[in-house]
């Protein structure tokens, strides 16, 4: 079989492939031998009929040449992917009018790919990265026992106004439009903290300042894109609420001492209490750091890369990262309109997250590829077929050969030098450590 690459424009190459006439012989004596083997002819035992019997009943040889030509084209694709080294970008296009093969005489076919380019990076020096600092010092420290005090706090009544620094009882009537109930608001009794998000901006600005026995009635028109948990379902449309205050909370925090740590939490005392929190948020920091010094790493190679990632490449992601999404939430269970109400997104606005996330990640990925290409970074032959021993399936081999022989073995290589690259990349870039600040 030779080859042939032609560049085109976009990242797009023209292959002309020529199959010698033995190869073509080949094909033809294997595909007269499964229709003798598939079928049944009067008078000749199964795989035994002869080829003009076999050119009789399927209506002339033009069906077996037919056939033999799709056999040709189709194994010798994945050959000519792995022997040139190509990284495809979505399906192969075909000539529409190849012929057929002849016996005994070579046969050419022509296809044109998307490729993946070969881009390059504005430098090649290693990268400079913002990290936490490993260790939990005092402010963390402060900061975790201030929300474990929060947890183990009460509510109190208070003469207050209700504020953001407060929470209420509150007795709500809420319709809509028509004037119907809105029963998902409708409540005498439902406890609410303004700042939450579990309604609006809009309704915290209408209920801050309310006391106790007070009542006040006002109609919110909430935007789209403003609608919360509680709103989603009335998004964009007027919302009539009676809002009574049955009462003013304050969360009261437990007095931090060494008899409330011994008591409560079974630790000796509040030194005691302090060096837990320390070595939890040491531990947790010593999972997550690296996963975030690799996050900065790729983002600060793909901010390297100018230019964008060819669509393909991108609508590929895209198509990665839905499927990823779906399977995870069908493992927890969550249906997608519960998801978005959650986290207070519309269908829209997800779909442009995942596009733009798809775009992102598209090019972080040809950084990487320049940075292996730059640091002489490959994939060995061991590498690859350790990736199948690692799949723990029954023959290894067997699924490397499939894998060769569908030509999807560039994928397998590609993962391989994307992970040598990126741990190159981490392991020489110029880490600072940032020391915690509690946010303002």
Not at 107 to 114: K, Q, R
Not at 330 to 346: C, E, H, N, P, S
Request: proline content about 5%; some cysteine.
């Amino acid at each position: 079989m030779n080859t042939a690459v032609k560049p085109l424009e976009d990242n797009t190459i023209e292959v002309t492939v020529t199959v010698d006439g033995k190869e073509v012989d080949s094909q033809i004596a294997k595909v007269y031998r499964e229709f003798a083997n598939k079928y049944s002819f009067p008078g000749f035992r199964k795989g035994k009929a002869p080829r003009p019997v076999i050119d009789n009943a399927l209506g002339g040889p033009e069906a077996v040449l037919a056939s033999v030509t799709e056999a040709v084209i189709n194994d010798a694709y994945p050959l000519v992917v792995e022997e040139e080294g190509l990284f495809p970008v979505g399906q192969p296009t075909f000539g529409e009018d190849m012929g057929t093969v002849t016996a005994g005489e070579p046969y050419m076919f022509t296809f044109t790919l998307a490729v993946k380019p070969e881009v390059e990076l504005t430098s090649y020096e290693p990268v400079a990265v913002e990290l936490p600092e490993a260790g939990a010092n005092d402010a963390e420290i402060d900061e975790q026992i201030d929300v474990l005090l929060d947890h183990y706090g009460t509510y109190e009544d208070t003469d207050e106004a209700l504020s953001m620094d407060t929470s209420a009882d509150l007795a709500m009537k809420a319709t809509d439009e028509s004037g119907e109930p809105i029963e998902l608001l409708q409540s005498a009794t439902r406890l609410y903290t303004p700042g939450t998000g579990l309604l609006s901006e809009a309704f915290d600005e209408q209920v801050c300042g309310m006391k106790k026995g007070e009542t006040r009635t006002f109609t919110l028109d909430v935007p789209a894109e403003e609608a919360a948990i509680l709103l989603q379902d009335q998004a964009g449309k007027p919302v009539a609420f009676e809002v009574t205050v049955n009462a003013v909370q304050k969360r009261v925090k437990p007095e931090l001492t060494d008899s409330w740590v011994k008591e409560t939490l079974g630790l000796e005392d509040m030194a005691d209490l302090r060096k837990n929190v320390a070595d939890s948020m040491e531990k947790q920091k010593a999972d997550i750091i690296p996963r975030i010094k690799e996050n900065a790493v790729g983002a600060a190679l793909a901010e390297r890369f100018e230019g964008e990632a060819p669509e393909g490449m991108v609508e590929q992601e895209e198509a990665t990262l839905l499927q990823d999404f779906f399977t995870q939430l069908q493992r927890q269970g969550v249906g997608f309109d519960a998801y978005l109400a959650a986290q207070g997104l519309t269908s829209d606005g997800f779909k442009e997250d995942v596009k733009l996330q798809a775009a992102d990640n598209a090019k972080q990925q040809l950084a990487l590829d320049a940075w292996a290409r730059h640091k002489g970074i490959t994939a060995t032959p061991d590498e690859i077929t350790a990736e199948f021993v690692k799949a723990n399936v029954e023959d290894p081999a067997a699924l490397e050969k499939e894998w060769r022989d569908s030509g999807r073995l560039f994928m397998i290589r590609e993962g391989i030098v994307r992970a040598k690259a990126m741990k190159d990349a981490m392991d020489t870039a110029v880490v600072t450590e940032k020391p915690y600040e509690p946010a303002k």
